[in-house]
Structure formats: C-alpha cells, structure tokens
C-alpha cells in the first residue's frame, strides 16, 4: 500500500457543566465516585492470561459508575500561578477499557478519544465546573455503526454520572 493520508473532520461538543460545590469539594467527590485504575490489579489478570470474563468482572467491582481514572495531572494552578493566573483545574483522562474494547476490535485509532478526557476547573464566584466532550460525537466520526452506538452508550453513562454528582445533565447527553 503506497503512502496517503485521509482526513475526517466532525463537530465536537464541549459541555462546561457549572457546579454549586467548591473545587475541591466537587473534585473529592469526583475523585471518590470515578475511582482510580489499579494497575496492579488489572496487570495480574495480564499475568495469568485471565479470560475476559475476569477482565469484565474487575471493572465491574471497581468502577461503580461505570469509569476509572486513569491519569490525572493534578492541579494545574502551581505552575499557572508563576504566570499570575490562580486559577485551578485538573485535567482526567476517565474510561473503561472493556467499554473501549468494544470500539476498539473495530477501529483501533478509537484510541485516539478513549479515555475521555475530562477537566474540573475553578469559578471566580468559589463554584465549580466539570468538562467533558461529548463522547458520541468523537466516536460516531469513524463512520463505523457500531462504534457510534458505544459512543451513544457512554453518553448515556457519563449522563448517569453527573446525575449521580447531583449536576446539571445537559439536553442531548442522555438517549
């Protein structure tokens, strides 16, 4: 096959959700209902070659609203505050790998948007803000019908999500 490239574009949506909790408090509960990925725990299961029932089993334990964290950069304010912005925010990358997976065997580059990237930042009126792209969107550009019914499906549980953290769900998130 000879070099090329395509180009795809599609419309993203970015939904700014205002929340009446301080940063941090809404970042601890956050944090408290979106758990961090336990690698070690998901590594043993690479180790002994588990079948992906285990794999599916795992994520259901340890991701009660259906997410992990997988990365955090932690508050951003330390290094923006040296160029006099005191804001904070905190960027996630949150998902479920067997939830990608579905996308995945079907389009690899998925990846590209798995996991979600999310961010809570600051209000100047001491409030919060909760960001997140709306994630069929991303999915549903590959064109492919199956990956875009998962992206539907994620938009359903992010919507679950912030029900759960008693915030605004914007129209058109839940199907």
Known sequence: MGQGWTE??????????????????FRRQYEQAVPAY?????????ARDAP???????????????????????????????????????EYLMGNHTTAERMFRHEPTVMLYA????AICDRPDGGARFIIEQP????????VDAIHEVG?????EVAALLAHLEVPVPAGLSV
């Open 8 to 25: 795809r574009g599609y419309h993203a949506r970015r939904l700014d959700i205002s929340v009446d909790r301080s940063f941090d408090d």
């Open 152 to 156: 539907r499906e994620l938009d359903t």
């Open 115 to 118: 996991p979600l990237r999310t």
């Open 52 to 90: 992906w029932d285990d794999v599916l089993a795992l994520m259901r334990d340890s991701a009660p609203h259906a997410f992990l964290i997988y990365w955090c950069s932690g508050d951003l304010w330390p290094m923006m505050n040296l160029a006099g912005d005191s804001r904070h925010c905190v």
């Open 38 to 46: 336990d690698a070690t725990a998901f590594n043993a299961l690479v």
């Open 136 to 143: 069929s969107h991303a999915f549903g550009s590959f064109g």
